[in-house]
């Protein structure tokens, strides 16, 4: 919810379709907004799980990589650029979450 529901609120707010194709400025604003999210979505669950943090942040971005596939299966005609950066660049940044949240929390969280 920390990644999808931010990120949805930024194509709504700007009133760009995810689907459509859009200019190189709006993508790089999508890209940046997009990691952002990713990175905290990570963090988030791996400070909930309080143990195997990055573990967690694997969960997210496989849960950010089976969104997108679904979305792309789900036959949307158009530019597919949301989804090839959610699988491609998203979801690795929330394992980078989860990692760095294992790293505030010390060597115990590697221990247990």
């Known amino acids: 919810m920390v990644f999808l529901l931010p990120a949805l609120a930024f194509f709504q707010f700007t009133g760009q379709d995810p689907g459509a194709g859009a200019t190189p400025t709006f993508m790089m604003g999508a890209f940046a907004w997009g990691i952002v999210c990713s990175v905290a979505g990570g963090w988030t669950a791996a ?58 929390t010390g060597p115990s969280a590697f221990t247990e």
């Open 47 to 104: 400070r909930i799980a309080r143990r195997h943090e990055t573990l967690h942040g694997a969960l997210v971005a496989g849960l950010i990589a089976i969104l997108a596939l679904i979305s792309m299966y789900a036959g949307r005609n158009g530019a597919w650029w949301t989804q090839i950066a959610a699988i491609v660049v998203f979801a690795p940044f929330a394992i980078l979450g989860g990692f760095v949240r294992s790293l505030v």
